[in-house]
């Protein structure tokens, strides 16, 4: 079964709007951990947030902040002010707390594919 | 400038031919992982090693193998077992703590000649 879900696999945004990436999980844990992760079209892998389930408050990075609704299971990110530069792949990914101690393994989502218009 | 330095960033295959595929580290992290990723897919895991001499299968290993000698190093070979090989391979680092991210290399990409 899929355990994290990304349902849009392209966004178009106009330049300065503000734009949300949908991510639901699926896990049984009570301990879990959520990252988000862009990949521009060069391929390497950047970190922008992290949320931990158990994090009181809604994890922000500079112009990046995650929604988490625990309730509901999702934990979407939202991108202020988009620039050109935020055109890239986005990923969403779980740690699984069922893992030996000192790794993380780590479920990414499909992604999706955002496109900022000047 | 701490990183990991994935090479080669394009690398060929023949038929029946092992490659092995470079990853190092200086960022003094316990665990690294190996990653797969196909057009517009997410990743996923191969292998991962927690520390020196110790590594794991991921959800996707068979095919490949790997070794863990030095702290800073985890080479990934794909053998000639692995019939679909073409792909885009990431390698990855962490401190191996919960709230702690992966960082990544910038990733070497396969093909079969």
């Known amino acids: 079964a899929q355990k994290i879900t990304q349902t849009q696999p392209g966004m178009f945004v106009q330049e300065k709007e503000a734009v949300t990436l949908d991510c639901t999980y699926d896990t049984s844990d009570q301990s879990y951990g959520l990252f988000w992760y862009k990949q521009p079209s060069s391929g390497e892998m950047i970190f922008l947030i992290y949320?931990?389930?158990?994090?009181?408050q809604n994890a922000t990075e500079g112009r990046y902040s995650l929604n988490f609704q625990k309730a509901r299971k999702s934990a979407n990110l939202v991108i202020s002010a988009s620039q050109l530069g935020d055109s890239a792949m986005y990923f969403c990914a779980m740690r699984e707390d069922s893992i030996i101690q000192g790794a993380q393994k780590l479920v990414f989502g499909q992604g999706t594919r955002l496109t900022i218009n000047p | 400038d701490g990183g990991i330095t994935q090479s080669p960033k394009y690398l060929f295959r023949k038929e029946g031919q092992n490659v092995t595929l470079s990853c190092e580290q200086n960022?003094?992290?316990?665990?690294m992982y190996w990653y797969r990723q196909d057009p517009g897919q997410g990743l996923r895991l191969i292998y991962y090693s927690q520390i020196v001499n110790d590594f794991q299968k991921g959800d996707i290993a068979e095919g490949y193998s790997v070794s863990r000698e030095k702290k800073e190093s985890f080479p990934l070979t794909v053998t000639s077992a692995q019939k679909n090989p073409t792909a885009f391979y990431l390698c990855a680092s962490s401190m191996g703590r919960a709230n702690q991210p992966q960082h990544f290399g910038d990733g070497t990409r396969l093909s079969i000649l």
């Open positions: 960022l003094n992290h316990d665990a």
């Open positions: 949320q931990g389930s158990y994090d009181e």
